[in-house]
């Protein structure tokens, strides 16, 4: 075996990679320990924040962080497979160049910017949007507060418009991987153009639900815009017009004041509890194409042609 | 004289061409089906095709041969307008099916490609389950009004296709879980399933092996009774089996355009004959 050493190499390399995953996990594990002591699991289901009075429950901010997150897929999904559709399918082929250079670099504006361009411009517009609203649209729930322009809907706008440019591009890329003969295929048998999108779209359907994915896992985390935008205020509240928190905010935001030991533990706790979160999510994507994939593409061939002739 | 068509080959189908046993080239002419005329075809500035003209007639199987590139499959192409997709692509003179114009403006390209199905070199199945795969075509021209008309056409479609016995138990299985073979008889079943005039096949069993080859084959010939089928093959031997008659391309030209016994055994040009008889291509 004379590449053993150069599998040994690899190897280790590949092992450094679970192994960073396992450190973080045991480091975010031991410096949230008294948290961990104290509250037990009802840090995940306790909706107090009260660092004076020693009080810690993270559920505001996983109620947050999902609540923007699937917020941001759900305006963001439409418009990033439309962007994908058009460039790769639509576009007249001086136009494509250009387009897939500006998604390139919307993605690579700082969030800060983003967040700056929230409040002074997404937060005013947002606050307008809650003044015109009519009282009785007010009593819904999904609507209901005083008109204060940050809160869940400007956060997850703004994660919209950050997560479109990459899952835009990578839906993009999927699209572009598609075999040409399936379009052909569909065409040949009197699609439409929409038709033989479809198709192609089909065809990529996992791939396109990863691109989605993706795009989930990075609102999950996304922190400086999210946190300026928000309106910082820890409660469960379905309104999209309240002020909310989330993970990654309150964890930026409250770090350098932890005064205590406790306090200290429950921020890292929460980076934890993102941690294992994201971790899910991922997770249960990957499980999600997988299962797509065996059910559509890579089935084993059983039956061979000399079956076929034998019948 | 010619080493390739020489020696008399029977095949499964009964067919052999040349001692004229073919009942269909005993025949009087049948009605023309594709009437092409002065055609020509451009990749931006390339010209692929050089004034082609030629008459194809119904219920028949024409094959065209000649070498890699020499302009067969892009003029397979140009008869359902599926050259239409590709960027920068043009093309001067007319093609009328059934005496009207393919390329007359106001002609729904959707409907055309409904009456002149096709045939891709690979097996292009959707990932989808056998059954789906042929209700495709229904299901998007709103062709079955019900879900028993639905089945029952795919049905018909997989039997004609000579693929139903095998699949019949397993319609709802992925149809990538097929060989090779009847992945492209399914192919060919899809293309069916649509009730098409005409079926174009673009070099239907390059990929597959000789037993697969051999029930397309036959399939061909079974099913020109009800479709006029164009085929193009560089696999001379599959021409002389299969075909009436026998279009000879060469370098964006047609060069020679006659009977496949004509073709094989006296063409009427030297660079025909060089060709059948394997001395290029």
Redesign the interface.
């Known amino acids: 075996m004379r590449d053993l050493p150069f599998r040994i190499i690899v190897g280790a390399f590949g092992c450094v990679l679970a192994l960073l995953v396992l450190a973080i996990g045991v480091e975010l594990t031991r410096q949230s320990w008294l948290s961990i002591q104290k509250f037990g699991f009802h840090f995940w289901t306790t909706d107090t924040w009260d660092p004076v009075a020693g009080q810690f429950g993270a559920l505001p901010f996983i109620w947050g962080t999902l609540y923007s997150s699937l917020l941001a897929l759900a305006i963001a999904a439409p418009v990033a497979l439309g962007i994908a559709i058009f460039v790769s399918e639509l576009c007249p082929a001086w136009l494509q160049t250009p387009l897939v250079f500006l998604t390139e670099l919307l993605a690579a504006i700082p969030s800060i910017v983003y967040g700056l361009w929230g409040i002074f411009v997404l937060v005013p517009a947002i606050r307008a949007l809650e003044i015109w609203m009519p009282e009785p649209l007010r009593a819904i729930p999904l609507l209901s507060g005083p008109p204060l322009g940050v809160g869940m809907l400007a956060a997850g706008v703004i994660l919209a418009v950050m997560i479109v440019p990459f899952t835009s591009a990578v839906a993009r890329e999927v699209l572009q991987t598609v075999p040409a003969a399936q379009r052909e295929g569909a065409y040949a048998l009197g699609a439409t153009r929409f038709e033989a999108i479809r198709a192609a779209l089909f065809y990529a359907r996992t791939g396109i639900i990863g691109s989605i994915m993706l795009g989930f896992g990075r609102a999950l985390g996304e922190t400086m815009a999210v946190t300026m935008v928000i309106g910082n205020n820890p409660q469960v509240s379905a309104s999209l017009f309240a002020p909310q928190y989330t993970m990654a905010a309150v964890v930026a935001n409250e770090f350098t004041e932890a005064s205590d030991e406790l306090y200290l533990h429950a921020l890292v706790e929460i980076g934890l509890v993102l941690f294992v979160i994201t971790l899910v999510v991922n997770a249960g994507s990957r499980l999600l194409i997988w299962g797509l994939g065996r059910s559509g593409r890579t089935r084993p061939s059983r039956v061979a042609d000399v079956e076929a002739s034998a019948a | 004289m010619t080493h390739q068509v020489s020696s008399p080959t029977r095949f499964t189908t009964g067919l052999s061409v040349r001692d004229g046993r073919d009942p269909a080239l005993n025949q009087a002419p049948k009605a023309v089906k594709i009437d092409v005329e002065h055609l020509s075809f451009f990749y931006g500035v390339k010209r692929a095709l050089e004034d082609i003209s030629l008459q194809i007639q119904a219920n028949l199987v024409t094959a065209f041969i000649g070498p890699s590139g020499c302009g067969k499959s892009t003029f397979l192409r140009t008869l ?1 307008r ?1 050259n239409d ?1 590709i ?1 920068g692509a043009r093309i001067e003179g007319h093609v009328r099916i059934d005496g009207l114009d393919a390329y007359a403006s106001g002609v729904d390209v ?2 055309l ?2 009456k002149v ?2 045939v ?1 070199q ?1 097996s ?5 389950t056998i059954f789906e795969n042929v209700a ?2 229904l299901r ?2 709103g062709l079955a009004a019900s879900k028993s008309e639905l089945a029952g056409r795919v049905e018909e479609s997989l039997k004609q296709a000579a693929l139903w ?2 699949v019949k138990d397993r319609l709802h299985e ?1 149809a ?7 992945q492209q008889r399914l ?1 060919i079943a ?2 069916l399933a ?1 009730r098409p005039d005409i079926i174009l096949m673009d070099e239907p069993a390059s990929a ?2 000789p ?2 080859t051999q ?1 397309i084959e036959e399939l061909v010939y079974d099913l020109k009774q009800a479709y006029t089928i164009v085929i193009v093959t560089h696999n001379m031997q599959q021409a002389a089996r299969i075909s009436d008659h026998t279009a000879f391309f060469w370098l964006g030209r047609l060069v020679e355009y006659d009977r496949t016994d004509k073709i094989f055994t006296n063409p009427s040009e030297k660079l025909t004959e060089d060709y059948v008889t394997g001395r290029f291509g």
């Open positions: 359902n599926m997709i960027p959707v409907k490609r409904r199905g096709m891709f690979k292009n199945p959707f990932p989808k495709y075509g998007i021209n016995g095998e992925s990538l879980a097929m060989s090779g073979g009847q192919c899809r293309a649509i597959l092996d037993i697969a029930r």
